[in-house]
């Protein structure tokens, strides 16, 4: 697969340089477009890859990423929707894998030029009416006439996407749960039915997409999405969506950033364990059976090369520091502007005059790929987008991320019998559990920060991210309280916490805050017992989104959390597009939050009166791992390779598989799950007596702590 990669690759760096050094972004263009030909004529994908590729051998932590290509480029993949037709049950159809911009090479250039479109998106979706090559050959036969219009030639040729309204009016009488229940079916797509050169990737099952602008099934968002789906027991719909992200597992050898050609080179922040924690609480222990080949698939395309990686290289995802410590970054296998941003992209590339336009492409690429596109996280000056260095840094939640994967693995195949494998991945995760203690935490500051891994040392930037150890119950029980002095500090603000401490006019920094970290934090900081300041951010979070409605009538992808006044369009907004509406996770989150603090969401929906709703029943947590489905399943094993602990001692694997039950403790905030792999006669105190950081199970993530 790999070699079937890289010669993927070798024609895709044929054309990946569409901007030379310093030039401006017209002379980029028009560039892009006299060099398109030659570019489509000899890009080729590979018959067997997703159609990316990683073209950078691993590369030195002391120097700059360099590019190789090995083998001669294959032939084109005729028809790639056979694998979704099977299961759509439907005819085949043709479809180039390969992103638009490479192709239609030249002529996607020459429209990106043209700037047809307000938002670019809207062009990256658009359908040909036939093959890229023969479009290509219609267009060279064409440009040169005297009276060549690309926009006529656009008009003529292409099938603009057909989105869905999702704007939406309040009914007479509406609350803001009758909103989130009407727009489950604003949002909801049926199973996508194969059409010829289109960008989308189908999809066999319904699925709920988030709104405004993404017309498509993305990956992180689904999570917080399902969120909502699992509270208000939409388990079908819930089931089918997770189903479709193993489809495409099982077709691209990961889950792509969207479902979309153009995204197959990248993926997101890998949440599939956490969607099938999700599944498991409702299915039971069969869920985690049933999606193991994924979840393995899904580790496997995270940590390529590690076995290789030698000491201060980088290869694709990962990252070997000089001690031996394996990290993982964010990445794109390729290195040209960005389909649905093309314009923007070769415009900052312009900007950046002392950097080669691939790296640029490149950084912004796994940029997007991080979810946060984009954050002075990711800017080497904290302000300014042409200085994104993405690839440099060690982001906190994809290294946390990757545990709670290792865990999920470790449970799957101690189910299957597999006792090796799971004492495997066991150990990985207490492995990289230390790791993400160690690597990420700042003492000084009192947070986890990203790591760059060029500089040896952590970033600058307070993030809301800083709750994901807590969110995944990675920190040890003095990082948490930390954590949350650093929060109440820095980042909390009148209407929740804020995504950073910077503000650099970027979507994802201050004053904006977004329904995922709100979430996790809230979730993080109940997992040690820090309730009060969960509950504080949960409703000053509620307050805002609810109050938000109440003036306009709809929920928004993010929120001005900074000021003290409520804005109909949730405020300044930032970043590379308008406020979308919808917002499949605002929906999801906000809906987890009012069933965990009624008495909260009470007082808030009494001051917004239009919002207001009969009270829901709160919905009790429970544990993904011991969860048994509608049909009793067999009780799930115990771990054999030991719960990882926030502080405690790992049990040996004959300890764990000695009994399958949990013991349950109870403290202020609510039941909690104890170690399985611990007899009671081994743990005499009394959870009160217990200190907290030993009662923490890193190695059960729950959806749904109790507040």
Not at 74 to 89: D, F
Not at 314 to 337: E, F, I, K, N
Not at 375 to 396: E, F, K, M, N, V
Request: proline residues 7%; contains cysteine; charged residues 20%.
């Amino acid at each position: 697969m790999t070699r079937q990669r890289l010669s993927f690759s070798h024609f895709l760096l044929l054309g990946a340089s569409l901007v030379v050094l310093g030039a401006s972004s017209e002379a980029a263009m028009a560039q892009a477009a006299d060099q398109g030909q030659t570019a489509a004529q000899d890009t080729q994908a590979s018959p067997t890859s997703s159609g990316a590729a990683p073209n950078a051998r691993p590369d030195s932590a002391e120097g700059a990423a360099s590019a190789q290509a090995t083998g001669p480029a294959t032939g084109p993949r005729e028809t790639v929707a056979s694998e979704a037709a099977q299961s759509l049950h439907v005819a085949s159809v043709p479809q180039d894998l390969r992103s638009p911009s490479i192709a239609m090479g030249g002529l996607f250039a020459a429209i990106g030029g043209a700037h047809l479109a307000p938002d670019f998106k809207t062009i990256a979706d658009s359908r040909p009416d036939e093959a890229p090559a023969k479009l290509l050959q219609d267009w060279e036969a064409q440009r040169k006439h005297p009276d060549f219009s690309i926009k006529a030639f656009y008009a003529q040729h292409f099938s603009p996407p057909l989105r869905r309204d999702v704007s939406y009016r309040r009914k007479a009488d509406e609350n803001i749960y009758d909103y989130i229940q009407g727009m489950w079916g604003v949002l909801t797509r049926q199973p996508d039915k194969p059409m010829a050169y289109s960008s989308l990737l189908p999809l066999p099952y319904a699925y709920v997409v988030p709104g405004g602008r993404f017309s498509e099934l993305y990956y992180w968002d689904t999570y917080f999405t399902m969120i909502g789906l699992y509270e208000t027991g939409q388990w079908d719909l819930l089931r089918g969506m997770i189903k479709d992200m193993a489809s495409l597992i099982d077709r691209y050898g990961h889950i792509p950033n969207g479902t979309r050609t153009y995204y197959l080179s990248r993926s997101e922040p890998p949440f599939f364990s956490l969607m099938v924690d999700l599944l498991a609480q409702h299915d039971g222990q069969g869920a985690y059976r049933d999606f193991l080949p994924e979840l393995q698939k899904e580790y496997d395309y995270w940590m390529e090369g590690a076995d290789t990686l030698k000491p201060g290289q980088a290869y694709r995802h990962l990252v070997r520091l000089s001690d031996g410590t394996l990290l993982l970054r964010h990445w794109d296998d390729l290195d040209t502007p960005r389909d649905e941003s093309y314009p923007e992209d070769v415009a900052t590339a312009a900007r950046a005059s002392t950097r080669a336009p691939s790296e640029v492409y490149r950084d912004l690429r796994a940029g997007s790929e991080t979810g946060w596109d984009f954050s002075s996280r990711w800017l080497a000056d904290g302000r300014t987008l042409a200085t994104i260095h993405t690839t440099d840094l060690a982001p906190i939640e994809v290294n946390c991320l990757i545990v709670h994967l290792e865990q999920t693995l470790e449970h799957g195949y101690a189910l299957t019998g597999q006792r090796k494998l799971a004492r495997l991945y066991g150990q990985r995760a207490d492995e990289r559990t230390a790791i993400v203690r160690r690597i990420f935490w700042n003492d000084e500051k009192g947070a986890f920060y990203d790591y760059d891994w060029r500089k040896g040392q952590s970033t600058d930037v307070l993030s809301a991210a800083t709750a994901m150890p807590l969110f995944l119950r990675l920190a040890s029980q003095a990082q948490a309280l930390a954590v949350a002095d650093t929060i109440q500090a820095r980042l909390l603000r009148a209407g929740g916490i804020m995504a950073t401490d910077h503000e650099s006019g970027q979507q994802w920094d201050a004053p904006n805050g977004w329904a995922p970290e709100e979430w996790m934090a809230i979730k993080g900081l109940n997992n040690y017992g820090a309730s009060d300041l969960g509950e504080t951010i949960a409703r000053r979070w509620m307050a805002r989104v609810i109050g938000t409605y109440e003036k306009s009538g709809v929920l928004l992808e993010k929120y001005d959390v900074e000021s003290p006044e409520i804005s109909a369009t949730g405020g300044k907004g930032g970043g590379e597009y308008p406020m979308q509406v919808g917002f499949g996770w605002t929906n999801g989150t906000l809906l987890g939050l009012m069933r965990r603090y009624p008495g909260d969401t009470a007082q808030i929906l009494k001051h917004n009166p239009l919002a207001n709703q009969t009270p829901i029943d709160v919905l009790p947590p429970s544990d993904p791992y011991s969860a048994v489905g509608p049909q009793v399943s067999p009780s799930a094993p115990a771990k054999p390779a030991g719960d990882v602990e926030t502080g405690g001692s790992s049990v040996t694997s004959d300890k764990a598989g000695s009994s399958a039950s949990e013991k349950t403790a109870s403290g202020k905030n609510g039941p909690e799950t104890a170690d399985p792999g611990k007899a009671a006669s081994e743990n005499p105190a009394t959870p009160q007596e217990k200190p907290l950081d030993q009662r923490v199970p890193t190695a059960k993530m729950t959806a749904y702590q109790p507040s």
